[in-house]
């Protein structure tokens, strides 16, 4: 509309002028027309082509304009699409990573298909100093009672010592109150390993017989005694030996399995094998 209105006063003042010219020249003697008319050709003609180059030019920044408003509305548009695009990479990656959990679920019970199992995943972690210990996601409604051995992938990771309807609390094998009874499972001999406040990968090896030969990277399973844990279940590999001046007593320092940092889904073994 601005540009239909500049276009128009332009229009009409061209108009105005020739007019005027053509009265002047009717009343005008035809001997002075061919000097009046080179005045008005030097006169009226730059006006006229500024004129001119001044509408073009407005044309011009109008359709400046209309291009501008055009890229805006694109770029909302491409911004609208970027935001769909970004959710739907969001989503996607949801469902990767739920695929990566059941992906697990099915890798463990696999690899422990004789034991009956429920899978679950963890909620919450205390893994201090003084009490490592994590709480799952399933709880008595799905059957999970205290003292059941929990397990990941990897190995061993603890049991269960209490429940709510809904979620379960796992003492780990790392938690310095807790101890295991184990096997080298190179000599088959007995010991006993228990969490230490060093770190969340280290167990200490106690009760070593004297006679017994232990090396550097002997693995360890669980023995079955002690009425917690099922026979066999791997627990970590020792990888220093500490001697000191009475061979029984002894100790070594194993590295779990399981990294516990990084754990985020187990198994509640939920009957012994063989039952």
Known sequence: MYKNRKT???GITITIIILIIVVILSNTNLQEISYIENIFSSIVMPI???LTFLKNKIAG???FFADLETLKEENENLKAQNSKLEQSLRELEIIKSENETLKEYV???DKYKNYQTIP???INRDISNFSKTIVINVGEKDGIKPNMTVIADKGLVGYVISTTQNTSKVQTIIDPSTSVSSLITSSREEVIVS?????SKTLKVEYIDADAVLLENDNLETSGLGGIYPKGIYIGTINKIVNTQNSIDRYAYAETAVD????ETVLVITNEQGE
């Open 107 to 109: 890798n463990l019970k």
């Open 120 to 122: 679950a995943y963890i």
């Open 8 to 10: 128009g006063i332009i």
């Open 48 to 50: 006229q082509n500024g």
């Open 260 to 263: 516990f940092s990084k754990l």
């Open 195 to 199: 969490g230490t406040l060093e770190n």
């Open 61 to 63: 920044n109008e359709s």
